[in-house]
């Protein structure tokens, strides 16, 4: 059971690039997340997902795109990379809501971008 | 809307000794609560939260949390630190009546706690 996993865990990238952040998670979730964390804001969910096949905005989803063609997979798209993008991305999971389980995220390991 | 704040960016413990992290809310309604722990280069851990019943919450290792509706909140425990606990501590708070179907969790700036040997 590797639980929530992301690829990859560093990467630079230049001002215009594009590029796909993959998440995977094989504890059966429905509820996926995308959050971005930067120095003394703590995390800003960017996009998440209900379930398979629907996707929704955050609190900060300008600038990035997201698919959930499978169950176990979250894909965090940048088309045009800026230094403003420069942050560590985390990827989590969570249990269909019911109050017993509510608010349980569990999260990857993290990707830490640089746009230069 | 709903918003948290963990006033202290840095809180140093001698190990042994209590420790304490601070936050506080603010909810429309009635507040689900949660600390989460990231260790360095690690993703979050969940550690514990308060949905409803004793104000005395316990979660994983030997910390637990005091819930405090008149004040707002919803400080982290431990009554003996170890080196061990040293880490990067967020809060998060979740308004029932708002965010939709997302769950959104809002959390804190966080609060790095240093246990001193």
């Known amino acids: 059971n590797a639980g929530v996993t992301q690829t990859p865990k560093f990467r630079v990238l230049k001002t215009g690039q594009s590029m796909t952040l993959l998440c995977a998670q094989d504890?059966?979730?429905?509820?996926m997340y995308w959050y971005r964390q930067d120095p003394g804001m703590g995390l800003r969910l960017i996009h998440y997902s209900v379930g398979e096949g629907t996707t929704a905005k955050g609190e900060v989803p300008d600038g990035y795109n997201v698919s959930r063609l499978k169950k176990q997979n979250f894909l965090l798209g940048l088309e045009s990379a800026a230094p403003s993008q420069t942050s560590v991305y985390f990827c989590a999971s969570s249990y269909l809501s019911r109050d017993f389980y509510d608010g349980e995220q569990y999260f990857g390991p993290g990707t830490r971008l640089t746009v230069t | 809307a709903q918003s948290v704040a963990q006033p202290e960016d840095q809180v140093n413990v001698a190990e042994g000794n209590p420790l304490t992290v601070k936050c506080t809310y603010s909810?429309?309604?009635?507040?689900?609560l949660f600390w989460y722990v990231q260790y360095p280069n690690r993703g979050l851990q969940f550690l514990l939260k308060y949905i409803t019943g004793d104000n005395l919450v316990k979660g994983s290792y030997g910390f637990e949390a005091e819930f405090n509706k008149s004040q707002t909140s919803f400080h982290l425990k431990k009554p003996s630190a170890l080196v061990s606990d040293s880490a990067l501590y967020f809060c998060a708070v979740r308004d029932p009546l708002w965010g939709g179907s997302a769950r959104q969790l809002t959390f804190g700036s966080g609060t790095q706690l240093t246990v001193l040997p």
């Open positions: 909810v429309s309604g009635n507040p689900y």
């Open positions: 504890m059966n979730h429905e509820y």
